[in-house]
């Protein structure tokens, strides 16, 4: 059930273009077939392999998106204290930029 809430919301947030285009997109085959095929894994009945095989799908789909989260989590007001400081920066200014996210 999550599943099919993720495929709407995403589907709604940029719609049904936008949507196929990110999931059809060349550099996204992997991370949506993993996705497609864990789906495909609790519903025939092996939720923790497709469990693990979604998880997997979904990081390599919006791993670009890494370095926009960073930016975001460095401005909240408390939380980004800790993560404006020195060691921690430089893990989140190595990965910022590498790639644009849609």
């Known amino acids: 059930m999550g599943n099919i809430l993720?495929?709407?919301?995403?589907?709604?947030?940029?719609?049904?273009?936008?949507?196929m285009q990110f999931f059809m997109k060349r550099q996204n085959f992997k991370g949506t077939i993993s996705f497609g095929v864990g789906f495909f894994l609790i519903v025939?009945?092996?939720?923790?392999?497709?469990?693990?095989?979604e998880?997997?799908?979904?990081?390599?789909?919006?791993?670009?998106?890494?370095?926009?989260?960073?930016?975001?989590?460095?401005?909240?007001?408390?939380l980004g204290w800790i993560f404006r400081q020195?060691?921690?920066?430089?893990?989140f200014d190595r990965y910022r930029g590498k790639r644009v996210p849609v």
Request: charged share 5%.
């Open 6 to 19: 993720f495929i709407s919301g995403v589907t709604l947030t940029i719609g049904l273009k936008s949507t």
């Open 55 to 78: 998880s997997y799908g979904f990081i390599v789909l919006f791993s670009g998106f890494w370095p926009t989260l960073a930016v975001f989590v460095q401005r909240i007001p408390v």
């Open 44 to 53: 025939i009945g092996w939720p923790i392999f497709g469990m693990i095989l």
């Open 86 to 91: 020195p060691y921690i920066r430089s893990l």
